[in-house]
């Protein structure tokens, strides 16, 4: 198997990836910043920013949202197709660890 294309943007490890379909992939990395990236074009499309820890996990809400995990402790839901700001209340996890991973539910 062999690496059909690479994209770079983020200033440390990736930890996590999603996809939201029309070309659209999301990463988390340690820099604390979430990507939205089109694979087509190779581009950046939008940054989040918002946790003040690693992202650790992402999941595919619907169409609109995104919800990222971090190891900040907390989780946030993202509005994609707008601003890059969350548009729910932080949930707070009690875990000294932080929050390590999303699942979609159904």
Avoid: F
């Avoid at 996590?16 to 604390?32: A, E, F, I």
């Avoid at 581009?43 to 992402?58: D, N, R």
């Avoid at 197709?81 to 991973?101: F, W, Y």
């Amino acid at each position: 198997m062999n690496c059909v294309q690479t994209v770079k943007g983020h200033t440390s490890r990736v930890n996590c990836l999603v996809y939201l379909g029309n070309s659209r992939l999301v990463s988390g990395s340690w820099d604390d910043t979430i990507k939205i990236w089109n694979i087509t074009t190779r581009e950046c499309i939008q940054t989040l920013k918002g946790h003040w820890g690693s992202v650790c996990s992402l999941a595919y809400i619907d169409d609109t949202r995104l919800a990222s995990a971090s190891g900040d402790n907390t989780i946030k839901i993202w509005d994609m197709p707008t601003k890059a700001v969350p548009v729910a209340e932080d949930v707070v996890v009690s875990s000294e660890g932080g929050v390590e991973q999303l699942q979609r539910l159904q």
